[in-house]
Nanobody, 115 residues
């Protein structure tokens, strides 16, 4: 059974930075995509960014130029560097990992951007 463990959330002032980390384990298949989603209160979960095994990345328009995703899918790790954070970035951030046969989620980490 795949397990994803996130870390790095917290409280930060507008304009500040945070780095999220996610480590996966338990899959007998390699991850082909790893990424981050977020869900704010009263809103649907949305894609923030993902990275594919070939290195290609994809970002939500709202975070382009501010967030950077990186990782090593062969080592089951993914990171999200978040800069110039805004109050509207406040949400629970979830790590996601896909193999050819599974789609797994972490437990989520809270990110709060507030003065």
């Amino acid at each position: 059974q795949v397990q994803l463990v996130e870390s790095g959330g917290g409280l930060v002032q507008p304009g500040g930075s945070l780095r999220l980390s996610c480590a996966g384990s338990g899959s007998i298949f390699g991850f082909i995509v790893m990424g981050w989603y977020r869900q704010a209160p009263g809103k649907q979960r949305e894609l923030v960014a993902n990275i594919r095994s070939g290195g290609g990345t994809n970002y939500a328009d709202s975070v382009k130029g501010r967030f950077t995703i990186s990782g090593d899918l062969a080592k089951n790790t993914v990171y999200l560097q978040m800069n110039s954070l805004k109050p509207e970035d406040t949400a629970v951030y979830y790590c996601n990992a896909k193999t050819l046969v599974s789609d797994s989620w972490g437990q989520g980490t809270q990110v709060t951007v507030s003065s």
